[in-house]
C-alpha cells in the first residue's frame, strides 16, 4: 500500500514526488511529454463525440427514411404500419444475402 517512505502517492502526488528527486531538464522533458499526452487524449476525445454525432444524425436520417416507407406500404398495400415494416425487413434480408451470393 505504500512506497518506501511510508506514503501512498496517487496521481499528481506521485509526479511532484519524483519530479522532485529528478535534474531539472529532465523534469521539463517529462512535463512537455504529459502535456503533448494530454492534448492529444483530449484531441482523440474531441474526434470520437463528433463522430458519434455524425453516426447518430445518420441513423436518424436513415430511420425517417424507413418510417415513411413503412408507412406508404401501409397505405398502398393496404395492411398495417407492423405488418409493413415485416414485409419491409423481410426484403431488406432478402437483398443482404443476394449481396453475399458469389457472382
Do not use: H, W
Not at 511510508?6 to 521539463?28: H, Q
Not at 463528433?50 to 395492411?79: C, D, F, H, N, W
Request: glycine share 8%; charged share 25%.
Amino acid at each position: 500500500m505504500g512506497t518506501g517512505t511510508g506514503r501512498f502517492f496517487t496521481g499528481l502526488g506521485r509526479l511532484e514526488y519524483l519530479a522532485a528527486s529528478m535534474p531539472s531538464n529532465l523534469c521539463r522533458r517529462a512535463g512537455s511529454t504529459l502535456q503533448v499526452a494530454t492534448i492529444a487524449l483530449q484531441e482523440r476525445a474531441i474526434m470520437e463525440r463528433s463522430m458519434l454525432a455524425e453516426q447518430l444524425q445518420a441513423a436518424l436520417r436513415t430511420r425517417v427514411v424507413i418510417e415513411q416507407a413503412k408507412g406508404m406500404l401501409a397505405e398502398y398495400l393496404p395492411t398495417t404500419v407492423d405488418d409493413a415494416s415485416g414485409l419491409l425487413r423481410k426484403y431488406a434480408r432478402s437483398q443482404s444475402r443476394a449481396d453475399r451470393r458469389p457472382r
